[in-house]
């Protein structure tokens, strides 16, 4: 097999045959979210200096509910925004899995025999999904959304959609559609 290399990813640019392992793997990331994470640590930090502030003269339920309020507000956020801070895509021969945050969660894995197309998708933007973030819309499926930009957009069997914002989407395209048609035959 002989390879070559895209911006941000690996790829097969000729293959003879199903080797194990990644085919191709690709990033992107956010660095806007890092905003929002720290948004996320200041709420956490307000919650614990109410806790700690012992001039509350409001009583102890409404410092309950602060103090609680802005620790689960602040957990959200900053767990919710370092999920998406990036996004990692690997493409083998037999599935296409997307991993999110530091942690690697959500974690989605796609198996190709379920996707009938690939399409590269040149601009995605977080409006065409409602925000950033692991989306669903109803009446087109789901996608994991880091930033805008170029992205992969599987249709599954189902009929549904699976896209992702990734570098390099154009050359994993080309991948999953050279394994599609192996998967053919």
């Known amino acids: 097999m002989s390879g070559g290399k895209g911006a941000g990813g690996e790829y097969a640019a000729h293959m003879t045959g199903h080797p194990p392992g990644p085919l191709w793997t690709g990033r992107a990331s956010n660095r ?44 959200l956020i900053l767990f919710g925004t370092l999920a998406f801070v990036h996004v990692a895509v690997t493409v083998d021969s037999q599935a296409m899995e997307v991993r999110c945050g530091h942690m690697g969660l959500p974690r989605r894995t796609i198996r190709l025999a379920e996707v009938t197309s690939a399409e ?50 154009e050359n994993a395209v080309r991948v999953i559609r050279t394994h599609l048609r192996a998967l053919a035959h």
Do not use: N
């Open 120 to 169: 590269f998708v040149p601009r995605i933007t977080p409006q065409h999904w409602g925000g950033w973030g692991y989306r669903w819309r109803p009446e087109r499926g789901t996608a994991v959304i880091v930033r805008r930009g170029e992205g992969v957009e599987l249709r599954l069997d189902d009929g549904k959609l699976f896209t992702v914002t990734v570098d390099d989407a």
């Open 32 to 75: 806007v979210q890092w905003l929002l994470a720290a948004a996320g640590a200041a709420c956490l930090a307000l919650g614990v200096e109410l806790a700690v502030d012992a001039s509350w003269t409001s009583g102890t339920v409404p410092l309950l509910m602060s103090v609680i309020g802005c620790l689960a507000a602040g957990l």
